[in-house]
Every structure is written in structure tokens, then in C-alpha cells.
């Protein structure tokens, strides 16, 4: 299971901060990758990144320079930093177990219930 | 980034109906195409995942198809809890990809 908790408001041109904690087994197995996917009210959905146990990680081009993933697996937890935020990074934020099948990451196969996170002075 | 593109957008559907959702990609994708399940205040639920596989747990109504740029989703009998919006993703590049989804409406 996995589980999302961070600040549900944050100020324009601030850092966005979350954490997902993984319930019911060992982030240090091998075979999955650690995402971020988040859904504007009423839109759809967008993949943020996703970042392995070694701290590897791969980013939406669109949120790179403003994006940080990170993972400490003796806590079981993986984070989300996004800085200069605006309105548009309001959002419903998930986070999600991302599995490999012969090395290629290929589907999300487990999702956080979803946290929303509000964009506003 | 490839586009995937959904049709149609939304639809209505009696319980029992056979429903079809499409789903075609801007350039060819092999099968590295998944469906979710999403209903209101939820978080999507994986239902197919290599454009045809269907994730353990879920209901055998349920069924994928397709290769290449165009794939399918078909219920083959819609019950209650089926509706919901549903989406497909791409994984077959580095930046992956959501279809805008599918509204299965109760006619």
C-alpha cells in the first residue's frame, strides 16, 4: 500500500513538498520503479516521474527543471520536491509502484488514494 | 511526446451493453499500452496492462486489444460498477503518456 502526506497549501513561488510511504513490503526488492502522476481538478492525468531504489530517476521534460525525486528505502518512503510553484501545479498528486518487466518499466500496477495539494496566497 | 488520443470522450451505455473504447497513439507504441479505471474521488485502477493483459483481480468482462498506434478496451457486458472514466497510457518512450479519457455514463 502505499500512502501520500504533505502540506495541502502552498504559496505561489514556493516548494512543493510530498512524501509517499510504502506499507506491506521492501522498496529494496528489485523489479519496481517509485511514480509521481498528478491530476488537475476535473482533467486528466499527467505523469510526473518516476525514480528507482538506486536513486536513479526519469522526469516529464515539461517539470524537470523545477523537479526533484528522492528515495530512502530504510523508511520505505520516496519524495517529491517541485519549487516555483503556480496556480497551475494545483493539483490531486498520487503516488504509485511502477512495475519492470525485463528491465523496461511499463505500468503503474499500485496507487496512493491521492492527495490534493492547493496553489494559492 | 506521443499523443494518445481516446474516442469518443464520453458515452452512455445501458447495464448489459457490449461498450468499446479506443485509444490511437501518434506513432507506433508495440503494445507498451496500458487501461485504468478511475471512478469519482479514487485513484485509478489498473485493469490491462501490455495492451492485452488483463491484471489479476479484474473482472473477465474486461478485455484489451490492438498493437502499433490503435488499441481497444471492450466490457463485454457493462454492469454497475463499471461506470467510470477510463484511461490509457503509453510507456514505449521515456516521457510517458495519458489518453484525455473516457466518460462511461449511465443512459
Same mark, same amino acid.
Given at each position: 500500500q502505499l500512502q501520500e502526506s504533505g502540506p495541502g497549501l502552498v504559496k505561489p513561488s514556493q516548494t512543493l513538498s510530498l512524501t509517499c510511504t510504502v506499507s506491506g513490503g521492501s522498496m529494496s526488492r528489485g523489479g519496481y520503479y517509485w511514480s509521481w502522476i498528478r491530476q488537475q481538478p476535473g482533467k486528466g492525468l499527467e505523469w510526473i516521474g518516476f525514480i528507482y531504489n538506486s536513486g536513479s530517476t526519469y522526469y516529464n521534460p515539461s517539470l524537470k527543471s523545477r523537479l526533484t525525486l528522492s528515495v530512502d528505502t530504510s523508511k520505505t518512503q520516496f519524495s517529491l520536491k517541485l519549487s516555483s510553484v503556480t496556480a497551475a501545479d494545483t493539483a490531486i498528486y498520487y503516488c504509485a509502484r511502477t512495475v519492470t518487466i525485463f528491465g523496461v518499466v511499463t505500468y503503474f500496477d499500485s496507487w496512493g488514494q491521492g492527495t490534493l495539494v492547493t496553489v494559492s496566497s | 511526446d506521443i499523443q494518445m488520443t481516446q474516442s469518443p470522450s464520453s458515452l452512455s451505455a445501458s447495464v448489459g451493453d457490449r461498450v468499446t473504447i479506443t485509444c490511437r497513439a501518434s506513432? @507506433? *507504441?508495440?503494445?507498451f499500452l496500458t487501461w485504468y479505471q478511475q471512478k469519482p474521488g479514487k485513484a485509478p485502477q489498473l485493469l *490491462?496492462? &501490455?495492451?492485452s493483459s488483463l491484471q489479476s &483481480?479484474?473482472?473477465? @468482462?474486461f478485455s484489451g486489444s490492438g498493437s502499433g498506434t490503435d488499441f481497444t478496451l471492450t466490457i463485454s457486458s457493462l454492469q454497475p460498477e463499471d461506470f467510470a472514466t477510463y484511461y490509457c497510457q503509453q510507456s514505449f518512450t521515456s516521457v510517458w503518456t495519458f489518453g484525455q479519457g473516457t466518460k462511461v455514463e449511465i443512459k
Open positions: - | 506513432q @507506433r *507504441i508495440s503494445n *490491462i496492462y &501490455g495492451a &483481480g479484474v473482472p473477465s @468482462r
